[in-house]
């Protein structure tokens, strides 16, 4: 068991580039969720999947973002046309029954 | 549908004792407790799913009252490992779960 895994760990992109993030989730854990986090707040949910099935979008998460999980493995997290308030941390975490198990994050910085 | 935490922060000396405390609006299916450290990833802590549940992880403990909709963490004879923040999370269902925005804990030798 080697945890979750996120890459890259860090990404600064300019305003209008489009980002993506790649989580690899514990292997027998079907459950992946997303969440970014800003400094002093808690993660904010933004989706989720069970095995490869996408359950829940956030409702204030905008259409520019996307996410899958192929073959209910690893899971990437798209942003179009970044912008400046997409500045956070990106985490992700997966889950069998119970807790969550997070990954490192990806810090992202748009400038 | 955040549930709310209290304090926001709190600083003890090594040694005394905190309370951490997480209300929600909605009825819940469970409450979860982890805590961050400066610049890592949240670490899982315990979950509740029962009302009146109480569980325990080495000096910490933590209750639920379902029908107050309610969760309280507690810290013993707390040490400096435990600085930190700390986040309740709560789920309605058994979908996700939506964080509150913490309660920073500092403890001083």
């Known amino acids: 068991d080697t945890g979750v895994s996120q890459n890259p760990r860090h990404k600064i992109t300019k305003r209008g580039q489009n980002v993506t993030f790649r989580c690899d989730p514990i292997?027998?854990?079907?459950?992946l969720y997303w969440y970014r986090q800003t400094l002093g707040q808690g993660p904010e949910f933004l989706t989720y999947?069970?095995?490869?099935?996408?359950?829940?979008k956030s409702r204030l998460l905008s259409d520019r973002f996307s996410a899958e999980r192929p073959k209910g493995s690893f899971s990437t997290l798209e942003i179009q046309r970044t912008e400046q308030g997409d500045s956070a941390m990106y985490l992700c975490?997966?889950?069998?029954?119970?807790?969550?198990?997070f990954g490192s994050g990806t810090r992202l910085t748009v400038v | 549908q955040q549930p709310v935490q209290s304090p926001q922060a709190v600083i003890l000396r090594e040694g005394e004792d905190a309370v951490i405390n997480c209300s929600s609006s909605?009825?819940?299916?469970?409450v979860h407790w982890y805590r961050q450290k400066h610049g890592e990833a949240p670490v899982f802590l315990m979950i509740?799913?029962?009302?009146?549940e109480q569980k325990g992880h080495e000096k910490i403990s933590a209750s639920f009252n379902e029908k107050k909709q309610q969760s309280s963490l507690y810290l013993t004879a707390s040490q400096l490992s435990y600085s930190g923040t700390y986040f309740c999370?709560?789920?309605?269902?058994?979908?996700?779960?939506?964080f509150g925005k913490g309660t920073r804990l500092h403890i001083l030798p």
């Open positions: 999370g709560t789920e309605i269902r058994d979908d996700k779960i939506i």
């Open positions: 999947f069970q095995n490869e099935a996408q359950l829940e």
């Open positions: 909605k009825a819940l299916y469970s």
């Open positions: 509740l799913l029962k009302g009146g």
């Open positions: 975490a997966s889950s069998l029954a119970g807790g969550y198990t």
């Open positions: 292997s027998e854990h079907n459950r």
